[in-house]
């Protein structure tokens, strides 16, 4: 028994308990050990004549017998002499893999398509198995041996028997214990799966014998109420794809083909709206392949949603979803990052340098940014379709950064027209806005729960008379997302409920003050009997039809506070409201006779119900609707 070349218990102990999170990856770094040992001896044959190997000759193999409890990975590799399995399995933390780069001169590229770094991964067989038996013959020897260790005291390497070269791997599994169940990996189903999910890509065959059915022969004597006969075969099959989508040209793949692999690999119905590929080489070399969905998932607005983009490396997956890849505005994103240069921790489950990561998050940002901005331009159903879906995203992406996004993703966003009555963009507004409106350097809002509701508002409709066009916001994230980025271009954002918008002509204001000034000793009683409902009572130069408006002064907003009200803060999130008055209408009246007659029972009646029934109009609950009630069939 040779002992390990380290510290061989604790560091061993080190290697199959801590390093490693995830069980199941065994087969990944079994596979990408060989899949290197393949990678090693073709790359020997483009510099050695003598070495003579066709293509049929490099593939990987998986099997497993139940009844043994065993699963073997081999390969047609370079294979490895006695002298190299003492250094590369006896010697912990030593990388094949990586010498062999340094030997010839493949530190900086991928030419041969290597994948090992630590020399560590061939020790998560331990983690699943209780004996490992390693039985290698080199490329070019007669003689082939077999290391064996049961992962705690050392190993044993001894002459052996292999007909052909490379290297077969052989996990002896542990008997189940009542927390994990070793026996869920000796069948068909499960390795197909893991070798489907982390080594699809492996750019060699990876064969294994599976099971299939097939119809037996109708026998001749059978009569016509036959009834059809199966029996099961076993058959030797490839099961990874090997060459990646997004390894490949984009005029060599169709847009059914991409589609396809976006509904296979994301389990989607619907083809997605767009498909982004992308190939970049420089300083850091990627390839990405990204897909906007037509839909946004049942739970993308839960807490349980991740994001992310699933991040291979050298073809082998290393996260399923890498949060880090995405911003939050654009979690909606589904696809794959793969690159060889990240600098992987030495599980090859996470990166050691995020700067690599963050210099490939912010080119995906900007490719996704830029694909956006042509469906917006120029296919306006479909980016309408998106922005459906997903426009809330974008506009939590401003809010959430407290407006610095707003230049990035404000463009993006569309709002409906109350005078056009279609969506548009900020840009196509301030397009068509009126010239008056463009002097004021203002862009317009309600925010309300539907857009019939807010074409009823009464600051609505006058904004509308004057020829100002509003954008209706109908999503609870609205109002903060236009509070958080205050102006856009140099245009500020005005809503029309607030109480210092200022539409009115010079004559109106002048109307508006001569009122005010009128009916001093009115106002006061008004305000006095409302208390603290209200910050103030003001004449509306504005007004209409309606007879009364509430408006919000402060950053507050009437929507915000209704936003709020179903929160755990609703007591605090209250807007300083404003009751403008018409005093135009029909109503001024009774109130200035009410005044006059110093009838405080029936200006009481007034003020309450003017009061309510402005809430009402603008969707907010009032105090006491029985009391409202009573009030207008004393007044009637």
């Known amino acids: 028994m040779r002992k390990f070349k380290t510290e061989s218990k604790k560091l061993l102990d080190l290697m199959i308990n801590s390093i490693y999170t995830n069980k199941e990856i065994f087969l990944r770094e079994l596979i990408s050990n060989a899949s290197d040992a393949v990678d090693k001896l073709y790359f020997k044959s483009l510099t050695d004549s003598s070495i003579q190997i066709g293509k049929d000759d490099l593939f990987i193999s998986v099997a497993f017998d139940p009844e043994a409890r065993t699963i073997t990975v081999s390969d047609t590799g370079i294979g490895m002499t006695a002298d190299e399995l003492e250094k590369n399995l006896g010697t912990i933390a030593h990388s094949g893999s990586q010498e062999f780069k340094a030997e010839n001169d493949l530190a900086e590229t991928d030419a041969a398509g290597v994948i090992g770094q630590f020399g560590v991964g061939f020790y998560s067989s331990f983690m699943v198995a209780k004996r490992v038996r390693v039985v290698s013959k080199a490329y070019g020897s007669d003689e082939a041996n077999a290391w064996e260790s049961n992962g705690i005291d050392g190993y044993t390497i001894e002459?052996?028997?292999?007909?052909?070269?490379?290297?077969?791997?052989?996990?002896?599994?542990?008997?189940?214990?009542?927390?994990?169940?070793?026996?869920?990996?000796?069948?068909?189903?499960?390795?197909?799966?893991?070798?489907?999910?982390?080594s699809n890509y492996v750019r060699y065959p990876i064969k294994m014998e599976v099971t299939k059915s097939r119809e037996k022969a109708k026998p001749e004597d059978a009569g016509d109420d036959y009834t059809p006969e199966y029996e099961d075969y076993t058959e030797v099959v490839t099961i990874n794809s090997m060459i990646p989508i997004w390894k490949r040209r984009k005029s060599e793949v169709s847009d059914e083909d991409y589609n396809?692999?976006?509904?296979?690999?994301?389990?989607?119905f619907e083809d997605p709206l767009r498909s982004i590929s992308v190939h970049a080489e420089g300083a850091?070399?990627?390839?990405?392949?990204?897909?906007?969905?037509?839909?946004?998932?049942?739970?993308?607005?839960?807490?349980?949603?991740e994001k992310g983009l699933a991040l291979y490396s050298s073809n082998v997956l290393i996260m399923d979803k890498c949060a880090d890849l995405l911003p939050d505005y654009y979690n909606f994103v589904r696809g794959i990052v793969d690159s060889a240069d990240l600098t992987l921790n030495i599980s090859r489950e996470t990166l050691q340098r995020n700067s690599q990561l963050h210099a490939i998050a912010n080119k995906v940002e900007k490719k996704i940014t830029s694909e956006l901005e042509k469906m917006r331009d120029n296919e306006r159903e479909d980016y309408e379709k998106f922005f459906q879906a997903f426009g809330r995203s974008l506009k939590f992406g401003v809010y959430q950064t407290y407006g610095s996004k707003t230049?990035?993703?404000?463009?993006?966003?569309?709002?409906?027209?109350?005078?056009?009555?279609?969506?548009?963009?900020?840009?196509?507004?301030?397009?068509?806005?009126?010239?008056?409106?463009?002097?004021?350097?203002?862009?317009?809002?309600?925010?309300g729960e539907s857009r019939d509701t807010l074409m009823t508002l009464p600051a609505v409709?006058?904004?509308?008379?004057?020829?100002?066009?509003?954008?209706?916001?109908?999503?609870?994230?609205?109002?903060?997302?236009?509070?958080?980025?205050?102006?856009?271009?140099?245009?500020?954002?005005?809503?029309?409920?607030?109480?210092?918008?200022?539409?009115?002509?010079?004559?109106?204001?002048?109307?508006?003050?001569?009122a005010t000034k009128e009916n001093e000793e009115l106002f006061a009683a008004i305000k006095k009997l409302l208390g603290d409902k209200v910050s103030d009572v003001v004449v509306s130069p504005t007004l209409e039809d309606a007879p009364s408006a509430i408006a919000a002064k402060g950053m507050l907003s009437l929507e915000m506070e209704r936003v709020l009200a179903q929160g755990p803060d609703a007591e605090r999130a209250k807007a300083q409201r404003v009751l403008q008055l018409n005093a135009k209408h029909p109503v001024f009246e009774k109130l200035k006779a009410a005044k006059a007659a110093d009838d405080s029972e029936k200006l009481g009646l007034y003020t309450e119900l003017l009061y309510d029934q402005a809430l009402l109009v603008e969707r907010m609950p009032i105090e006491d609707p029985v009391a409202f009630a009573e009030a207008i069939c004393k007044l009637m």
């Open 461 to 514: 409709k006058s904004a509308l008379k004057k020829g100002y066009d509003v954008l209706l916001c109908t999503e609870d994230v609205d109002e903060f997302t236009i509070q958080s980025m205050r102006a856009y271009k140099e245009f500020n954002m005005k809503n029309v409920t607030s109480a210092d918008l200022d539409l009115a002509t010079e004559d109106e204001k002048k109307q508006a003050a001569d």
């Open 260 to 268: 396809e692999f976006y509904k296979s690999n994301f389990h989607d």
């Open 407 to 447: 230049d990035e993703l404000a463009p993006l966003f569309l709002f409906w027209s109350a005078k056009d009555q279609k969506l548009v963009t900020l840009d196509e507004y301030i397009e068509v806005m009126d010239p008056e409106q463009k002097d004021k350097k203002e862009i317009y809002y309600a925010a």
């Open 284 to 305: 850091l070399t990627y390839d990405a392949l990204l897909f906007i969905p037509g839909r946004a998932p049942f739970d993308m607005y839960s807490r349980d949603f």
């Open 159 to 198: 002459p052996a028997e292999k007909a052909e070269h490379g290297t077969e791997i052989t996990l002896f599994m542990k008997d189940d214990t009542d927390e994990d169940s070793y026996t869920a990996y000796l069948n068909e189903y499960e390795l197909r799966h893991l070798i489907q999910q982390y």
